[in-house]
């Protein structure tokens, strides 16, 4: 089993700054890829950023590229996602989620084997 815990969600006035961390334990050893998925109040869970494990390629949902930055700590089994210039539509859950699967595609979250309970960002106009 693997336990995600997620941290570093908060309120935020538009145009600022946060860091959310996502710690992994447990049987990390054989995963591929972390990411990030975010759901907002009515709207329906999506993607936003993902990374892969060993190599630290990264893959961006298309309206995150420039202002989100995804990372990882290996050493630390931690992912970290940096936001920059939030705006309310920003307002959300944030989700990070890990995989086993490899070549696959991971802007689904049905690709993601482990999900962490979420941390809340609320951006504030």
């Known amino acids: 089993q693997v336990q995600l815990v997620e941290s570093g969600g908060g309120l935020v006035q538009a145009g600022g700054s946060l860091r959310l961390s996502c710690a992994a334990s447990?049987?990390?050893?054989?995963?591929?890829?972390m990411g990030w998925f975010r759901r907002a109040p009515g709207k329906e869970r999506e993607f936003v950023a993902a990374?892969?494990?060993?190599?630290?390629?990264?893959f961006y949902a298309d309206s995150k590229k420039g202002r989100f930055t995804i990372s990882r700590d290996n050493a630390k089994n931690t992912v970290y996602l940096e936001m920059n210039s939030l705006k309310p539509d920003d307002t959300a859950a944030y989700y990070c989620?890990?995989?086993?699967?490899?070549?696959?595609?991971?802007?689904?979250?049905?690709?993601?084997?482990?999900w962490g309970q979420g941390t809340q960002v609320t951006v504030s106009s």
């Open positions: 989620a890990l995989t086993n699967r490899a070549h696959t595609d991971y802007g689904l979250d049905k690709t993601y084997d482990y």
């Open positions: 990374i892969s494990w060993r190599g630290g390629s990264t």
């Open positions: 447990g049987r990390t050893f054989s995963s591929v890829a």
